[in-house]
């Protein structure tokens, strides 16, 4: 019996894109998300509310104590855009449940196998928006919280041959990103000028950024924050 490799998030588009890259590199991949795949590219999906920590329990630890899962790709994320006297409690905790904590307890559930292996690949997909964004107060601080999570996993776990790293998109050509942003908008165009190489990225840029973290070839990088961003957080830093 082969080691899967789990996607959550795995049906939505940057999810199909790390799953079908996967699947072409040889992983068994699981998709954990709350809907079915529209894909082909798995060998098992778990439709799973990752807001309910008992149902995560339930289901995602009953499938890894029948499979062995060495690989984790934290891809799963939500938003509340909302001014920061507008964010209520509730919002935040549910970003926060689903963004972090499901991904702190998806980890520890895929642990004993990855240390009975002694490896075992953890990729954490933070964003940008963890350098501060406008109307972001719940995500921006989700995906920061990914960040410091990511980086003390790696430290406790690196001597267990259990690597765990982030990677930080920008702007990705999705349905998700258009919605919020329409082409005609002047936001939308200050958004794209604002990127150094001149065009959006795409869900593969993602996907290529996590087949290299979640391989044995990266058995050499942990605890570290790829920015997949078009040279924007470069901007940002130098501004």
Same mark, same amino acid.
């Given at each position: 019996?082969?080691?899967? +490799?789990?996607?959550?998030?795995? *049906? &939505?588009? !940057?999810?199909? #894109?790390?799953? /079908?890259?996967? =699947?072409?590199?040889?992983?068994?991949?699981?998709?954990?998300?709350?809907?079915?795949?529209?894909?082909?590219?798995?060998?098992?999906?778990?439709?799973?509310?990752?807001?309910?920590?008992?149902?995560?329990?339930?289901?995602?630890?009953?499938?890894?104590?029948?499979?062995?899962? +060495?690989?984790?790709?934290?891809? *799963? &994320?939500? !938003?509340?855009? #909302?001014?920061? /006297?507008?964010? =209520?409690?509730?919002?935040?905790?549910?970003?926060?449940?689903?963004?972090?904590?499901?991904?702190?307890?998806?980890?520890?559930?895929?642990?004993?196998?990855?240390?009975?292996?002694?490896?075992?690949?953890?990729?954490?997909?933070?964003?940008?928006?963890?350098?501060?964004?406008?109307?972001?107060?719940?995500?921006? *601080?989700?995906?920061?919280?990914?960040?410091?999570?990511?980086?003390?996993?790696?430290?406790?776990?690196?001597?267990?041959?259990?690597?765990?790293?982030?990677?930080?998109?920008?702007?990705?050509?999705?349905?998700?990103?258009?919605?919020?942003?329409?082409?005609?908008?002047?936001?939308?165009?200050?958004?794209?000028?604002?990127?150094?190489?001149?065009?959006?990225?795409?869900?593969?840029?993602?996907?290529?950024?996590?087949?290299?973290?979640?391989?044995?070839?990266?058995?050499?990088?942990?605890?570290?924050?790829?920015?997949?961003?078009?040279?924007?957080?470069?901007?940002?830093?130098?501004?």
């Amino acid at each position: 019996m082969g080691t899967k +490799t789990i996607v959550t998030g795995g *049906a &939505g588009e !940057i999810g199909t #894109a790390i799953c /079908e890259r996967l =699947t072409r590199d040889g992983h068994e991949v699981v998709v954990v998300d709350l809907n079915p795949p529209k894909h082909g590219a798995w060998t098992d999906a778990l439709q799973v509310n990752l807001a309910d920590p008992a149902d995560v329990a339930a289901r995602v630890g009953a499938f890894c104590a029948a499979h062995p899962v +060495t690989r984790l790709v934290n891809n *799963a &994320g939500i !938003i509340r855009p #909302a001014r920061v /006297e507008d964010t =209520t409690v509730e919002d935040f905790s549910l970003v926060m449940d689903v963004n972090v904590r499901a991904a702190m307890q998806l980890t520890q559930l895929c642990l004993p196998a990855m240390r009975a292996a002694g490896r075992g690949r953890v990729v954490n997909i933070s964003s940008r928006a963890a350098l501060g964004k406008p109307l972001r107060t719940a995500y921006a *601080a989700s995906k920061a919280a990914m960040i410091g999570m990511t980086r003390t996993m790696a430290l406790e776990l690196g001597r267990d041959g259990i690597t765990l790293n982030a990677i930080g998109p920008g702007p990705i050509r999705t349905k998700l990103f258009a919605d919020a942003n329409p082409p005609d908008s002047p936001k939308t165009k200050a958004i794209m000028d604002a990127i150094p190489v001149g065009h959006m990225g795409e869900p593969d840029d993602i996907a290529a950024a996590v087949a290299f973290l979640i391989s044995d070839e990266a058995r050499f990088v942990t605890g570290q924050v790829l920015y997949v961003c078009g040279g924007m957080t470069v901007g940002l830093a130098g501004a």
